[in-house]
T-cell receptor, first 111, second 115 residues
Framework: RKEVEQDPGPFNVPEGATVAFNCTYS??????FFWYRQDCRKEPKLLMS???SGNEDGRFTAQLNRASQYISLLIRDSKLSDSATYLC????????????FGQGTELSVKP | GAVVSQHPSWVICKSGTSVKIECRSL??????MFWYRQFPKQSLMLMAT?????????EQGVEKDKFLINHASLTLSTLTVTSAHPEDSSFYIC???????????FGPGTRLTVT
């Protein structure tokens, strides 16, 4: 079983749609959780950290369920510029250390 | 915010040669840096943890004699791909921890093509 698993993509949606990404992780000792965004041939960029209480940043909402070892990302009112690959990322130690990346889910937002 | 640079941004080399990739933290010190590799259509895979003043820690399956890591100073880590083969062609990215929480800063990546 992969340490971090995401929905296989790609997701093709029209502008304005709501999109949900799902992710599960296998290491129950994982310390912190993130969603990164990666554009084609670029480095990943932090989109948002994910907290147990859930957190929202504009059109983006992230949720964490430690009991189920499940992480989600919701994008509302999607824009063309949201087209990218979304990476679920887990930090498995508490020393600002090793990040384990999911395989990514590609999103394509069409006009 | 903090910036991590990589050099070169892309490189083409012949099979059998060695290639050195530099990762620099530009406005902060990094005692630890991480090296990742990403093949097309795949996610980032952690290769090794670079530690300033001590040996790097390699992930399972990564050959330490092939991927030489040197953390020469608090702002510089280098990855040398020795005796490169076409299967080593990949996108190599470094990162350094910093900032609030567990945020890591990623370099822009180096695209290596071995012919």
């Amino acid at each position: 079983r992969k340490e971090v698993e995401q929905d296989p993509g790609p997701f093709n949606v029209p502008e304005g749609a709501t999109v949900a990404f799902n992710c599960t992780y296998s290491n129950s000792a994982s310390q912190s959780f993130f969603w990164y965004r990666q554009d084609c041939r670029k480095e990943p960029k932090l989109l948002m950290s994910v907290y147990s209480s859930g957190n929202e940043d504009g059109r983006f909402t992230a949720q964490l369920n430690r009991a189920s070892q499940y992480i989600s990302l919701l994008i509302r009112d999607s824009k063309l510029s949201d087209s990218a690959t979304y990476l679920c990322v887990v930090n498995i130690d508490n020393q600002g250390g090793k990040l384990i990346f999911g395989q990514g889910t590609e999103l394509s937002v069409k006009p | 915010g903090a910036v991590v640079s990589q050099h070169p941004s892309w490189v083409i080399c012949k099979s059998g040669t060695s290639v050195k990739i530099e990762c620099r933290s530009l406005d902060f010190q990094a005692t630890t840096m991480f090296w990742y590799r990403q093949f097309p259509k795949q996610s980032l895979m952690l290769m090794a943890t670079s530690n300033e003043g001590s040996k790097a820690t390699y992930e399972q399956g990564v050959e330490k004699d092939k991927f030489l890591i040197n953390h020469a100073s608090l702002t510089l880590s280098t990855l040398t791909v020795t005796s490169a083969h076409p299967e080593d062609s990949s996108f190599y990215i470094c990162s350094a921890p910093g900032g609030p929480g567990d945020e890591q800063y990623f370099g822009p990546g180096t695209r290596l093509t071995v012919t």
